[in-house]
């Protein structure tokens, strides 16, 4: 009998990844894509779900098949994840009216927010907590600002849920999606779409939830023409790409903490029972009787990503910025950056405070700081907002026993080491770093029982040696987050108002 390979390929912010894996959950063939963000207005975060999303499914898949050199018929199952939750109207013919809104960097919802919380937040909780990272609010912003393409849309889609409308014909939301960002769309319990508030969208309109393993349809003709994949391919559930990197991570266990350095900081933490949270998103996890905590900082990869196009070229050769030249940069400064403190709130920020009008910031600014204090200044500002998500966990009862570091962000070896001091925290780095993608893999893997669970799928995930904090800088980096916080609370109205004026 002929091997069996399983494929998972994630659509990120800024690139796509996608692995092929054997049945040993052992890495054949890797290959990525990079892409753009839309950006029409201040706060509109945007990518057109043709161009980019289903074209780099296409591409990757492509690349995979072609550098493993397998058969189509050798794929056992495919799964998917993407950037999460977003918001892609579709007609009934499964063809987007608009460009995909993005997830809680796309800020455009915010009247739609206060809103939904006045009118209903006096009886639901839930609403009190919205944020730009939920889904409600910008249906409701659709209905105002382009009802045209309301009045058109048969479904509401995010990301991965049109990867696999287009390979299988399917409409699926996966539970852990819906229940940590489609609130108060989904009932309390988080498993079933609520008709109470059908006003605001109609429970026909959103796809049929399914657990994020389970097999829900199989690649079409059509697909199969497009993708090169066998036609009759199982698919599993798409998911947001921060669960699969969980999975990627290592996380098995109540008490694991993913951290995932990307282009924003992404947080999800294992619980062993249901939660609520007024500063997070509490939801089930990827199958039954799991649940998980999440959270997310708005941009911290992309501070790094702005500073390197802000400074352009090399001093001495002219040569273009890499982001090696960058890190190198920060090194020459030190832990403290020459009491030069930075606020990584450049496109508003979302937990542990819900604030889309916040704003970056540098402070105490002199005559004698240079490139290296001002990039190494971003760099302890992404540390101190992980910070105060760790601790604004704990500080409502959630135990965080082993962090996880994975994701881009984590090939720079600088930045995982402030983190580490600044939190007083020791992280474990997965050996493979490919990310969501392979935490695709073995949901597929799991979802045609090439493994019995989530449990042993994850178990093949090894772990380079961990990070440890340097102890010396405890004193320092105290002082620092406690001068970052009050930096916030300070500021807020002057920036808030200066948003108004973008």
Same mark, same amino acid.
């Given at each position: ?370 490139? &290296?204090? /001002?990039?190494? *200044? =971003?760099?302890? +500002?992404?540390?101190? %907002? #992980?910070? !105060?998500?760790?601790? $604004? ?42 990310? &969501?993608? /392979?935490?695709? *893999? =073995?949901?597929? +893997?799991?979802?045609? %029982? #090439?493994? !019995?669970?989530?449990? $042993? ?46």
């Amino acid at each position: 009998m002929a091997e069996r390979y399983t494929l998972g390929v994630d659509i990120g912010t800024s690139s796509s990844k996608g692995v092929l894996v054997d049945r040993d959950g052992v890495i054949i063939a890797e290959a990525s894509m990079a892409h753009t963000v839309d950006m029409p207005r201040a706060g509109f975060f945007e990518q057109d779900a043709d161009a980019v999303w289903w074209q780099d499914f296409r591409d990757v898949t492509e690349a995979l098949l072609t550098r493993s050199g397998i058969a189509p018929e050798q794929v056992a199952a495919v799964g998917v994840s993407a950037i999460a939750p977003c918001v892609l109207p579709v007609d009934a013919a499964g063809v987007p009216l608009r460009p995909g809104i993005l997830y809680g960097i796309d800020t455009r919802a915010t009247a739609e927010i206060d809103e939904l919380a006045e009118r209903y937040g006096a009886a639901d909780e839930r609403v009190r907590a919205l944020s730009s990272q939920s889904v409600a609010p910008k249906l409701l912003w659709l209905q105002r600002h382009e009802p045209e393409v309301w009045a058109k849309t048969h479904t509401v889609l995010g990301a991965e849920g049109y990867l696999v409308r287009k390979l299988t014909g399917e409409s699926v939301l996966d539970v852990y999606d819906a229940s940590a960002a489609y609130a108060p769309l989904i009932d309390g319990r988080g498993t079933r779409w609520s008709a109470d508030y059908a006003q605001l969208c109609p429970p026909s309109c959103l796809p049929r939830l399914a657990w994020g393993c389970e097999v829900v349809g199989a690649v079409t003709p059509d697909a199969a023409a497009e993708t090169g994949l066998a036609a009759s391919t199982p698919v599993v559930a798409g998911t947001a790409d921060a669960a699969a990197e969980a999975l990627s991570a290592g996380m098995r266990q109540d008490g694991d903490l993913m951290v995932m350095y990307g282009t924003s900081t992404f947080f999800i933490l294992r619980t062993a029972l249901a939660a609520t949270s007024t500063r997070f998103w509490p939801s089930h996890f990827l199958e039954p009787g799991t649940y998980a905590v999440a959270g997310g900082m708005a941009t911290s990869g992309g501070l790094v990503a702005w500073f390197r196009e802000l400074l352009g070229r090399r001093v001495g050769d002219g040569a273009e910025l890499g982001y090696d030249d960058v890190t190198a940069l920060a090194r020459e400064s030190v832990p403290g950056a020459h009491g030069l403190l930075a606020l990584p709130y450049f496109a508003g920020e979302r937990t542990p405070f819900f604030d889309p009008l916040a704003r970056g910031a540098f402070l105490g600014l002199t005559l004698r700081h240079t490139r &290296a204090d /001002l990039c190494r *200044a =971003l760099l302890e +500002a992404i540390a101190y %907002g #992980i910070r !105060d998500n760790i601790e $604004a966990l704990r500080a409502e009862g959630f135990p965080v026993r082993r962090v996880l570091a994975v994701g881009g962000g984590t090939q720079n070896d600088l930045l995982v080491q402030i983190v580490s001091d600044v939190c007083g925290i020791e992280q474990h780095v997965p050996v493979q770093t490919v990310g &969501a993608s /392979l935490g695709d *893999a =073995l949901r597929a +893997a799991v979802g045609v %029982g #090439i493994f !019995d669970s989530l449990t $042993a799928a994850v178990s093949i995930v090894e772990h380079q040696a961990s990070v440890r904090p340097d102890e010396s800088l405890k004193p320092r980096y105290d002082e620092l987050f406690a001068l970052y916080r009050a930096s916030y609370r300070q500021t807020a109205d002057i920036v808030h108002r200066l948003a108004g004026l973008e």
